[in-house]
């Protein structure tokens, strides 16, 4: 398989070449800029800037930048620019034969006290764009979701379709199949290894720091390494450009502090949050009082001086988080993770049509588990990442762009644990990884895009992983002007794992390792294809359909005796399923309904069983209404059917032997043994459940409030969680719960 991908992608490559022409250059230029909020200078992603008279236009990246290829030269023409929450705003520019026209626009915000509702420009639509399984989310729409106890980036990823979560306690996610630890997290283009807080309550990347977030949910192109399933990028602010601000904010749970600002030719930000009460976790935990204590910390630089480099912009970014669980009883548990990170980026924009990023990069994690009196098992983690990326993008006449990259990572991961039947073990390795990619994005015809590329890891963390490529490939046909066509199809390589507990009901953080060298590295292929109608300008109808293949995931050895065994063992996952979506959107309120239909197998040793997030069934429909004067409501209702669990049988008197050459007369020595059926043959009830939310903003003097106010499981579902297996007594989710959070901004 992965030879005829290779074989596909040089044909492909060839034949792209082949045509790549760079004639009219001295016919046309470019204009290239960025878009900004004039209010702050943070930069606008995912706005529209449009040229009528050549009925053509682009919208910005993740860091704000478009560019227009094509435009006649020696000629004026208006562009008009657009984005929900601001005016419209239109500039006049004329660019030179072969040139680029270089520009930063500036958007002004819509006073909060008149009524948002603004007609703003239509939407551009790239037609060719490669974007099959890619979700755009920017900070704006998280704000608008019911909250739950507070906004929450990755609580807000499930309700996508494909997207599984198994139980309202956690925000860990499952994707199209794939287990958790196949998800990538990456935090300004750093892996965060431990993104969650507090029993994986909430995520450790506090809202408050994000500017926009990029979700891949399958078929993510050459730039992206390191796991089989997804992608979370997620960029953060650089920080007020005009004038020192902060805000401050409290809900049921936190508090959050932030302050920005301007230094010489550039702006920082610092934001932090940190846990104040448990009280509302006991919702959470059936009324168990856990004494959750966590915070964490991100602070970011940016510079940029026409002095040092010309449209050259340097950021240096840290983030710190740490939990702790610490009982008042000597004789329980202690539970500890954290995480640190630190980069260094460089962004270099060329008076050409191309810019590179070169990232520096440490990210940092240790967890651990102190028995004490308890009957857990120790456990010690720690991993320490140092990367260094450098990224490459030019846009030819033609429209076409190439991408170059590399990438060297050196990782050093080691984890101390014992076994169920007390065997300890210790996992140490500390290995590199050279890799580099190139792509090709065909864009140079308006109703077809193809994006063909291939990673090559020249070394690799496992010692099985050198020398392989990683070949991957897109497309976009739009055969009539309303109907879209896209596909996708990939190798995936996974060099490390987390090595956790499966049957655990709640997993309190993941242990990191790199697969040792008696296993292969996790290879998963990929495909998936879907349709999208344009039903009308504010509306569309999705439906996708995916298929995947992983093969040689590490799992835990559960029939480790002896010190001499593995403690990790191969087994493969299959999955596959479809996915329909309709949604509307227009200034007033929007509407999305999603539904999943979905299978997903695991095999260990020739035994073929569910894992715990598969689930047949499962919707949502997410509506959001803009009432005017800063007044939003909206509201979640979703359903799916049961996830499975492993039925209990019966029990039986169990005769435990503590000394076999001990003659015992009497019966204190027999226990109850518990009776299971196969592994997850059962299947929980149906789970459904409605959110509410409600925000205002309005301004006092020189400050702007925020209230949010939200209901939880509005009409007190009793979904279950599991059984308790000693008691077999019904653990129920969440009940109706209300949460309120009050924030100020300065």
Known sequence: MQNTFIKILQVVLLIILSFSQFSNAQQFGKLRGVVTDSSNGEVLVYCNVFINEINTGASTDQRGMFIINGVP??????????????KTKSIKFAVNSNQIKDTTIALQPISLELNPIEKIGER?????????????ISIKQLETLPKGVETDVMRSLQYLPGVRSTGDISSRYYVRGGSGDQNLVLLNGVTLYAPFHSLGLFSSIDPEMINSIEFFKGGFSSEYSGRLSSILNVLTKDGNKKRLGGSASISFLTAKGLLEGPIPNGSFIVTTRFSYSDEITKKFLNNETVPIDFYDVSAKLNYSSPKIFNNAKFSLFTFLSSDNIQYSDPAREEYGWKNFLLDFEWIQIYNAPFFSRLGISASNFEGKIVPNGSNLKPLNNEVKDVSITFDLNAVLDSKDEIDLGLMIKILDTQLLTESKTGIESQLSKFAGNISIYAKYKLLRYEMFGLDVGSRLNVTGLNANSAGTFEPRISFTFRPIEKIVLKGSAGIYLQEVTAVSDEDEIISIFDPWIIIPDYLNPAKGISYSGGIEYELSRESSLQIEGYYRNSSDIPVINQEKIFEYEPDLISGTLESYGWEFGFYIHNDIYSVSTSYSLSWVYKTVNNYVYYPKYDSRHSGNILFEYNIGSSWNVSAVWTISSGLPFTQMISYYDKYNIENP????????????YLVLADKNLGRLPAYHRLDLGLTKKFIIGPSVFSIGLNVINAYNRENIFYYERDTGRRVNMLPFLFTATVKVEI
Do not use: R
Request: cysteine-free; hydrophobic content about 40%; overall charge negative.
């Open 661 to 672: 050459f001990e003659v015992v007369s009497n019966n204190n020595n027999y226990m109850p």
């Open 73 to 86: 030269a020696n000629q004026e023409f208006e562009a008009i620019v657009s984005y929900v929450g601001y």
């Open 124 to 136: 551009v639509v790239e037609k060719n764009v490669t974007d099959l399984g890619l979700e755009k």
